[in-house]
């Protein structure tokens, strides 16, 4: 527009969709204050808003309605030195506006300049809607498959837990039972391995029956008393140890040298409790 019209300055003011203000988007040739905005109820906006023509310098200067125009906003106004405003609107209503400075020709601009920047104007307007539905579908879209692989994860849980559930009611072998929740627990929560301690009355004592993942036999002679080691922690306060970096945190796994060739980064020791009681 500006190479066209033999303009130096310009200015962009795009429509903020949350409060409908006109804050500036864009400049050209321009030294102004980054927070320039036409509020929504601004003499120009509302000049523009039905009067798609344009409006000029000359009219801001002498029509009755610019004069309670605020010393500030008068300022940015000037800072902006513009000649001439030319409304950006689609669908009969105002979406931005653009503001020219005075030609380098110093004449006024014609009304065939006037309609060809308005037709202009118009064609901005489009492509600044196209942008936006096109901006909006893919947030849409975006949302609806995030809420997809909610849905899926929730599917998921059910599933596993259906099959926990399942299992608990129709095997009597515990071994068997312990690898099924191991299965869903590795699976569901895309661990690399997991294990089970038993506590024992009669020991008082925190001891292995089963595991999955591990590559080596670690935990298969663990034998902890309640608060001892991590899964000892979590025992006696059934609460959830979590470590998340356990290269950077001695912990009681270090005395196995066993446990070190397993390589784990982050450790979770969650409780099993039934009626109060550590199981």
Not at 40 to 63: A, C, F, M
Not at 182 to 194: G, I, K, R, S, Y
Not at 257 to 266: G, I, R, S, V
């Amino acid at each position: 527009i500006t190479n066209t019209f033999h303009v130096d300055e310009a200015s962009f003011f795009l429509v903020d969709d949350e409060t409908g203000d006109f804050p500036l988007f864009a400049t050209r040739n321009i030294i102004h204050d980054q927070n320039i905005m036409l509020a929504k109820d601004h003499p120009i906006i509302y000049q523009l808003s039905i009067n798609p023509r344009g409006l000029t310098k000359n009219e801001l200067d002498v029509l009755p309605q610019f004069k309670a125009i605020w010393k500030k906003e008068m300022r940015d106004l000037e800072s902006l030195a513009a000649e001439l405003f030319i409304p950006i609107i689609v669908q009969k209503e105002l979406i931005g506006l653009v503001s020219l400075g005075r030609k380098r020709s110093e004449n006024s601009y014609t009304s065939d300049e006037l309609i060809t920047l308005t037709t202009l104007a118009n064609q901005i307007g489009v492509a600044i809607e196209k942008g936006r539905l096109f901006v909006q579908l893919r947030r849409e879209l975006g949302e609806r498959i995030k809420a997809e692989e909610r849905l899926q994860r929730q599917i998921q849980r059910m599933s596993a837990l259906h099959t926990i559930d399942t299992t608990i009611n129709s095997s009597v072998n515990l071994q068997v039972t312990l690898q099924v929740i191991l299965d869903v627990v590795t699976n569901q929560l895309n661990v690399d391995a997991a294990a089970v301690l038993l506590y024992d009355e009669n020991s008082q004592k925190l001891e292995y029956v089963s595991s999955r993942g591990f590559r080596t036999t670690a935990l298969q002679h663990t034998r902890l008393t309640l608060g001892e080691g991590l899964a000892g922690q979590a025992a006696i306060n059934q609460t959830i140890i979590h470590v998340p970096n356990l290269r950077q945190r001695q912990t009681s796994l270090d005395a196995s040298p066993l446990l070190l060739d397993e390589a784990f980064t982050t450790y979770y020791g969650t409780p099993l409790v039934a009626k109060g009681s550590i199981k």
